[in-house]
């Protein structure tokens, strides 16, 4: 937050990503069935800015990670805050894991983290989801109702905007969201959050059942699952 918040005065597009963002933007994530640990803190901002915001965290105490950085800089920056034993991890235009979402244009949407839609997404592109992806989704399910552009609400447009073209994409979320549907039962949630839950992936489902598909999307829907359709994080990253 002190990072979120500085960033927001100085109208820097720093936003909270990941399990922090989650955090932030979810009252269920501080339940005792839903919280976890947070090993370091995500943000996502643009290349463009690359030496204001490198200065910008310099000042904030955080110290760069010169090697990584020479190396990675196109896409990523790695940082340290030696008071607090509190990596830092710098995302510059994209996500890019198993699969991949461009916040070039998306992070003037809300002040402080990336949009909802964009952090569900974010969550759902793991393809070999584990229990702090889960609970994170769970939470953000629990907390926030579908539709709506910004603010509080998960923009379902958004979802099947980037989803409706990208199959695969598509499909990881598909198996995300079920995968998330059938760890419920065994979730110490409060009484009704699991039904919201699962209601509320129902809609999601609807929606991209619904929603427009691409050229792209329809073509590499019938080659399926044939052909690998994610990419592995370690080679994204070499």
């Known amino acids: 937050?002190?990072?979120?918040?500085?960033?927001?005065?100085?109208?820097?597009?720093?936003?909270?990503?990941?399990?922090?963002?989650?955090?932030?933007?979810?009252p269920s994530a501080k339940l005792p069935g839903l919280c976890r640990t947070y090993g370091d803190v995500d943000v996502m901002t643009l290349s463009s800015g690359r030496k204001k915001i490198t200065a910008f965290f310099e000042e904030m105490g955080y110290v760069p990670d010169k090697m990584f950085n020479a190396i990675h800089g196109a896409t990523r920056l790695n940082f340290m805050d030696p008071a607090r034993d509190r990596p830092l991890d710098v995302l510059l235009d994209r996500l890019e894991m198993c699969h991949t979402i461009d916040?070039?244009?998306?992070?003037?949407?809300?002040?402080?983290?990336?949009?909802?839609?964009?952090?569900?997404?974010?969550?759902?592109?793991v393809v070999q989801m584990n229990l702090k992806?889960?609970?994170?989704?769970?939470?953000?399910?629990?907390?926030?109702?579908?539709?709506?552009?910004?603010?509080?609400?998960?923009?379902?447009?958004?979802?099947?905007?980037?989803?409706?073209?990208?199959?695969?994409?598509?499909?990881?979320?598909?198996?995300?969201?079920?995968?998330?549907?059938?760890?419920?039962?065994?979730?110490?949630?409060?009484?009704?959050?699991?039904?919201?839950?699962?209601?509320?992936?129902?809609?999601?489902?609807?929606?991209?059942?619904?929603?427009?598909?691409?050229?792209?999307?329809?073509?590499r829907a019938l080659v399926g699952e044939r052909v690998r359709w994610y990419e592995l994080p370690e080679e994204v990253r070499h």
Do not use: Y
């Not at 995968?179 to 919201?196: F, H, I, K, T, Y």
């Open 1 to 26: 937050m002190r990072i979120a918040q500085a960033a927001a005065t100085e109208n820097l597009p720093i936003r909270l990503i990941g399990g922090v963002a989650v955090f932030v933007r979810c």
């Open 103 to 125: 916040f070039r244009h998306r992070l003037d949407v809300e002040p402080l983290t990336v949009p909802l839609a964009d952090l569900l997404l974010s969550k759902l592109q």
């Open 133 to 219: 992806d889960i609970k994170d989704v769970v939470a953000l399910l629990a907390d926030h109702p579908l539709s709506g552009v910004q603010g509080e609400r998960i923009d379902t447009a958004r979802l099947v905007s980037v989803l409706g073209s990208d199959w695969g994409f598509e499909h990881t979320a598909r198996r995300n969201l079920e995968v998330v549907r059938n760890s419920l039962a065994e979730m110490d949630v409060p009484p009704g959050m699991a039904d919201q839950v699962s209601e509320r992936i129902t809609g999601i489902v609807s929606a991209l059942d619904a929603g427009k598909k691409s050229i792209t999307w329809k073509s």
